[in-house]
């Protein structure tokens, strides 16, 4: 018998049919598509039990509550918590997002010493124990040296018991070098000393409003409390309220609001001014305030005989709407109008701060937007801006000090964190990424000797450190969260551990005790408590038991009482002299300097202004965008690795760039290639590029994509207040 | 099969193939074969006299099959695990009040809680009650370590599937043997199979590899589930097939 190739297929055509009548090719075909349905690599989330923990989130200074799902163990989902005062249910893209964080690759697993060159990368995971006794031998050796004052702290807002520890720790150790990151709100603070002689944080009575004007606040881009500023948004919808946005961009507030006012970028004080001098010329000002509650709104002859002019004297020779029109290139038909629409409106409020508020401004032009709400008496007043104490419920007995704390504490303060630092403690903040003019703020940082970064990420900053003993994420551990952004009723939070610690971190509370346990003496003494949850526990306490029951407490009482006219100042009176003093006066025909801000580097040079400009997409502050935001960025921001600028087609056409050519923007302290997006969208010879981008840290997910536009901006202080209040920068952009 | 016809047609290869076909035949049966290739008669022949060993191989081919197919395969299909404890269902069933619920409960918030956890176990089993020498090894491994034991689930849909107990026992009033059969009368656990291309257990198709089943219990597929929606007439979410819509499981 010989099997030919007959029998061979006969055979085959046999198997086939008797394949066919078995089970086998349908039920793998019935497997096969349930497997490809379901990828076994896909993460599943697990089954179990759902639960909810209330926290909150403290991603942002915004302060909302949190409702955490969790199925047994596992985090699932972050949602709003209904009936907080702060969000009421809502919640922001990044607050979404933030498990990505918890459970992403950019932790920092366990304490960490650096081993290779500054910024390379090589870490050697280290015990605590290890850790903290290497950093006290250091900071034994400074202060036996009597360089305990060279020990400095840079840390977010500065509030609450965590950053006030480690102001406490350096007092004690014997340093006056503790500094916060600074915002619109701390020149805010600032404004309101000068001009109401208090010590206090604007509460906007948004919700009130019938008119609010703003000069470039990005209100639901992200400026204060974020989704309390979106829901505010809704009301004004819903209330017919008038939105007027003054910025040189179509921002989505600009686009959102009833009238958007194209303005020259740097110029929003003197239309404030210019504003009021219409308030003031068609007498719509409130005559009872200024009357009875003003100090310095008209002019008086001294002692001596000699004539200072007031506000009002200053407004109306300077400020007419044609010289305001040709500094701010807003028209003087436009000032009239809106001038006298604010001040007939029934509540009308000014506010400013560019953008999300990140970076302080300018006090000249946040006193001349506050004094438009003088002049139509909308402080204190509903619907306008309440004078407001940020809570104040810390109250620990001063350090103790022995007398190196004592003499490195009284030798003077450094101007911010610099190189004559020989130690630097970075805890809630990112200087090497947030600061402006990166470049010059890596090289002085980089002269630092030690640096410490208690981040629980791998930020730029804890990147370029030589220690890092990563804090709990804020799903991981106790803290209290103080929240003043803007809102009227400050409201202090207690995020409470929503996950068991994933990693070996540390809560900071417990690692600065720690470190003062092992410096001893009167450095231990000044931390008396056992561990960072008993101070937490006793530091509340104050507050009474709402905090601890409903993990929140509102400060009802902070805000000034509607219709309070009382004034801390010498007068008594809301000064208007604080505007008035310290102005240039006019060059021949033209408008007196409100102050004296200038951007780096010469306009034939760079004859362009470049912005940054503020989404809520894009977290641009101490936490990086976590990936799911990554995905939501506009391909107009980001494409790939490169950043866009955003043009005028009239600045395209005069630099003959096209539409998603590359070009290059060039600016006095730096220099990038970015795609062009040409756009009605922003005024002539302005051109925008997004903050958030450009890490060079982080996770790969956002590391290398993009260029940070603080890296371009020059810093600019303001003589006032000491605070960088660089708004933008010169620029020049050449096809590249 | 080729004919002589198609060998004159096609290359010097083919045809040398088929004469060697023809030879082959022609030894079989024995019989003197004429050469012309033209021939009608030929051609029957040569079909005839190669009928046998063709049905043959064609029948081995066949049977060959449809063994791997029904009784090779489901073996090599599913790999057999035994469960960590071998729980005994019909004595717990004698000591609760609440029949199945006792354990397998509904949580406050409607959700329910499938499997128990440790949590539910330790209310009686602290200590070693019995002398099971499975509750013993229950006792010092899960529950005094406070590790929760790893149960194999018989019933888990695959994870596209979305299924709520609340609407068909709450809502609906079935009961559980419907759906699980007599498990709570076993004394002990059965192996868990496990479709090593799914990953999910031998339940959800069905013990028997062709499909067909006598009882609902016996599988957990689709059909299964739109089978008793159809006869139950459970409204028709879809505006569209006037059916059960995808998503009322699918979500």
Not at chain 1, 49 to 66: A, F, H, K, M, R
Not at chain 1, 288 to 303: M, R, T
Not at chain 2, 74 to 93: E, G, M
Request: glycine share 8%; charged share 25%.
């Amino acid at each position: 018998m010989k099997i030919d190739r007959r029998c061979f297929l006969s055979l085959g055509i046999g198997a086939a049919a008797g394949t066919a009548l078995s089970p086998l090719p349908w039920k793998l075909m019935d497997d096969s598509s349930i497997w490809s349905q379901m990828w076994p690599w896909t993460p599943v989330p697990e089954d179990g039990e759902y639960t909810y923990v209330d926290s909150v989130c403290s991603l942002c200074p915004g302060g909302c509550g949190i409702s955490v799902r969790k199925v047994n163990d596992r985090a699932v989902k972050i949602e709003g918590t209904k009936d907080h005062p702060v969000n009421d249910g809502g919640i922001c893209g990044l607050g979404v997002s933030g498990l990505q964080l918890l459970y992403g690759p950019t932790r920092v697993k366990s304490p960490m010493k650096r081993i290779g060159e500054r910024g390379e990368g090589r870490w050697e995971k280290v015990s605590w124990e290890i850790a903290i006794s290497a950093i006290t031998r250091e900071l034994k050796e400074l202060r036996a040296a009597g360089k305990a004052n060279t020990v400095g702290a840079i840390t977010g807002s500065g509030r609450g018991t965590v950053p006030q520890m480690l102001k406490r720790f350096l007092t004690a150790y014997g340093s006056s070098n503790f500094f916060t990151t600074p915002t619109i709100q701390d020149v805010y603070a600032e404004a309101f000393k000068l001009m109401h002689g208090k010590d206090a944080v604007p509460g906007f009575d948004f919700e009130k409003s019938t008119f609010v004007l703003s000069f470039g606040s990005g209100l639901i881009d992200g400026w204060g409390s974020p989704v309390r500023m979106i829901r505010a948004n809704s009301t004004w919808k819903d209330n017919g309220t008038t939105v007027v946005q003054v910025e040189p961009r179509l921002s989505n507030t600009a686009a959102k609001s009833d009238k958007w006012i194209t303005i020259k970028p740097g110029t929003e004080g003197d239309l404030a001014l210019g504003i009021a001098h219409v308030i003031i010329r068609e007498s719509l000002n409130s005559k009872k305030f200024v009357d009875n509650h003003a100090n310095g709104y008209l002019g008086a002859i001294d002692a001596s005989g000699v004539f200072t002019q007031g506000f009002k004297e200053l407004i109306m020779s300077s400020y007419g709407p044609d010289a305001v029109e040709m500094r701010t290139g807003v028209a003087g038909s436009d000032i009239v109008a809106l001038a006298k629409e604010f001040a007939t409106a029934r509540r009308a409020v000014a506010v400013c701060g560019r953008g999300q508020g990140d970076n302080p401004a300018d006090i000249k032009e946040v006193m001349a937007v506050h004094a438009l709400n003088a002049l139509v008496d909308s402080i204190n007043q509903p619907g306008g801006v309440y004078t407001v104490k940020a809570p104040d419920y810390i109250k620990w007995a001063d350090a103790e000090m022995d007398s190196v704390a004592g003499e490195g504490f009284a030798q003077e303060r450094f101007s911010g964190i610099t190189d004559g630092l020989n130690a630097l403690f970075i805890s809630g903040a990112n200087p090497y990424y947030t600061m402006t003019d990166t470049t010059a703020v890596k090289k002085v940082l980089d002269q630092i000797p030690m640096i410490v970064s208690f981040s629980s990420f791998m930020d730029e900053s804890a990147a370029q450190s030589d220690y890092i003993l990563p804090d709990h994420t804020y799903l991981e551990g106790y803290r209290d969260v103080v929240a003043v952004n803007g809102l009227m009723r400050p409201v202090v939070s207690l995020a409470q551990p929503v996950v068991k610690p994933q990693f070996k971190s540390q809560s900071t509370g417990d690692v600065i005790i720690a470190l003062a346990n092992s410096l001893e003496g009167t450095v231990a003494k000044s931390f008396p408590w056992l561990n960072y949850q008993q101070c937490l526990k006793e530091t509340l306490d104050s507050m009474g038991p709402e905090i601890q029951k409903n993990g929140f407490w509102v400060d009802k009482k902070a805000a000034a009482e509607t219709g309070d006219k009382n004034f801390g100042t010498a007068s008594g009176k809301f000064e208007f002299t604080a505007i008035t003093d310290n102005t240039t006066p006019a060059e021949s025909g033209g408008i007196p300097k409100l102050s004296s801000i200038e951007l780096a580097g010469d306009k034939a040079s760079y004859p362009l202004l470049l912005i940054p400009s503020d989404s809520l997409r894009l977290a641009n502050d101490t936490i990086g965008n976590p990936p799911f935001m990554v995905k939501i960025v506009e391909d107009m921001i980001l494409k790939g690795k490169s950043s866009f600028v955003e043009i005028n087609p009239d600045t395209a056409r005069k630099y003959d760039l096209k539409e998603c050519s590359e070009a290059v923007i060039t600016t006095p302290v730096g220099k990038a290639t970015v795609m062009v997006h040409i756009s009605e969208s922003i005024m002539k010879d302005v051109v925008a590029m997004a903050t958030g981008l450009g890490h060079t840290a982080h996770d790969k997910y956002l590391a290398g994509k993009g260029i940070n536009v603080k890296s371009l901006i020059a810093t600019v202080q303001d003589p006032l207040t000491g605070y960088d209040v660089a708004w933008g920068a010169r620029a020049k952009l050449t096809k590249a | 099969m080729t004919t002589s016809d198609d060998a004159t047609k096609n290359g010097s290869e083919e045809s040398a193939d088929q004469a060697e076909a023809i030879e082959a035949v022609e030894n079989v049966e024995g019989t003197a074969a004429e050469t012309t290739p033209e021939t009608e008669e030929k051609k029957e022949t040569a079909k005839c006299t190669g009928g046998g060993l063709i049905i043959f191989t064609f029948i081995a081919g066949l049977v060959i099959s449809l063994i791997v197919g029904w009784i090779i395969f489901p073996k090599l299909l599913y790999s057999k695990k035994d469960q960590p404890i071998n729980f005994n269902h019909k004595l717990h069933l004698e000591e609760v009040d609440n029949s199945c619920e006792s354990c397998h409960f509904f949580r406050e918030d409607g959700t329910y809680a499938g499997v128990p956890t440790l949590a539910q176990c330790i209310d009686c089993h602290e200590e070693v009650e019995g002398d099971s020498p499975d509750e013993e090894r229950f006792v010092n491994e899960y529950v005094a370590k406070n590790k929760e034991v790893p149960w194999l689930i018989y019933s888990r849909q695959p994870d596209c599937v979305f299924f709520s107990h609340a609407a068909h026992v709450k809502g609906a009033g079935m009961d559980c043997q419907t759906c699980h059969g007599e498990i709570g009368e076993s004394e002990s656990l059965k192996p868990y199979e496990e479709n090593r291309v799914t990953g999910y257990s031998r339940d959800i198709w069905g013990k028997n590899i062709s499909g067909i089943t006598t009882h609902t219990w016996e599988s957990m597929k689709m059909d299964d589930c739109a089978k008793c929606h159809a006869e139950a007439k459970v409204e028709a979410s879809s505006v569209q097939t006037k059916k059960d819509a995808c998503f009322v499981c699918h979500k």
